[in-house]
């Protein structure tokens, strides 16, 4: 499989959130048919990165797709023992 990314910035209207450049382009090429889930969450860290958003908002986003509304709560519960972390509210 072959990966191509390529980030413009197209928004009309600032966004203080993020430090975006005006075009980066991205080219991997790996055997992906073997890659494992953490590989594929480096190479879009990376893409994220290169889009301007620092490492905090990258974390809380991948925080916000592993603990929210539409995951279930003993999944969630499970992981959160696995990695220590330690939640005020059950």
Same mark, same amino acid.
């Given at each position: 499989m072959k990966l191509s990314i390529t980030l413009a910035n197209s928004r009309n209207h600032y966004d203080e959130t993020i430090d975006s450049p005006a %075009?980066? +382009?991205m080219f @991997?090429?790996? %055997?992906?048919? #073997?890659?494992? /889930?953490? =590989? @594929? $969450? +480096?190479? $879009? !860290?990376? /893409?994220? =990165? =290169? =889009?301007?958003? #620092? !490492? +905090?908002?990258i974390m809380r986003g991948a925080c916000e797709l592993a603990f929210n509304d539409s995951r279930l709560p003993e999944d969630m519960k499970q992981l959160s023992k696995e990695y220590e972390l330690d939640f005020k509210n059950d």
């Open positions: %075009e980066v +382009k @991997w090429t790996s %055997e992906m048919d #073997n890659c494992s /889930v953490h =590989a @594929w $969450f +480096k190479i $879009f !860290e990376s /893409v994220l =990165a =290169a =889009a301007g958003y #620092n !490492e +905090k908002l």
